[in-house]
């Protein structure tokens, strides 16, 4: 039978599943560890941020974000990013937490003496015991097929939500900061 004679989910029905997978995913995930991260981001000297494939797309929106809160930010891999060094921090996502280039860089942002926030699914993977901050997002990873996390293709669930945890910590960051979002759009691009 072809795909066009199978009944097809609706978009509103599809829409559901997602909006339902992330509010249950969202919901488990720990304000400890969400002001943990926060606090950190905030003392940080600079802020490197750096995730691969959709990942690293979430976080070079979440760059932008903590840019227009007025944090230094660099995104890793771009040639204007300077090197790590103390009171720095590494924020980075992986699912999985076993990323080779985001280990590495982890593993080199420790041995200068940066301090590094993961956001992954996975408590125990490599990756999480190189943080000095984790958020666990209890979502599926990109090689989980099972649907037993989400009915989503890959690791869409992880990467939809490291996006909304960190606009929801940058919510937070915003309002402890008590800036106006006209003293933030005064950051916003103007060569665009």
Known sequence: MSLSTVEQPSYPSNQALILQELERTLAAVSHEEIASAQRMLLDAERVFVMGAGRSGLALK?????????????????????????????????SGSGTTASVVHAAEVAGRVGAQVVVLTTARESE??????????????????????????????????????????????????????????????????
Request: hydrophobic content about 50%; charged content about 20%; glycine content about 8%.
């Open 61 to 93: 929106m979440v760059a932008m974000r903590l840019m227009h809160l007025g944090l230094n930010v660099h995104v890793v891999g771009e040639v204007t990013a300077p090197a790590i060094g103390p009171g720095d921090v590494l924020l980075v996502a």
């Open 127 to 192: 990756l999480a015991r190189l943080a000095e901050s984790l958020v666990v997002i209890p979502a599926a990873t990109k090689q989980d097929h099972g649907e037993t996390r989400s009915r989503q293709y890959a690791g869409a669930l992880f990467e939809q939500c490291a996006l909304l945890v960190m606009d929801a910590m940058f919510q937070g960051m915003w309002r402890e900061r008590g800036e106006s979002a006209e003293e933030l759009w005064k950051r916003h691009a103007n060569l665009e």
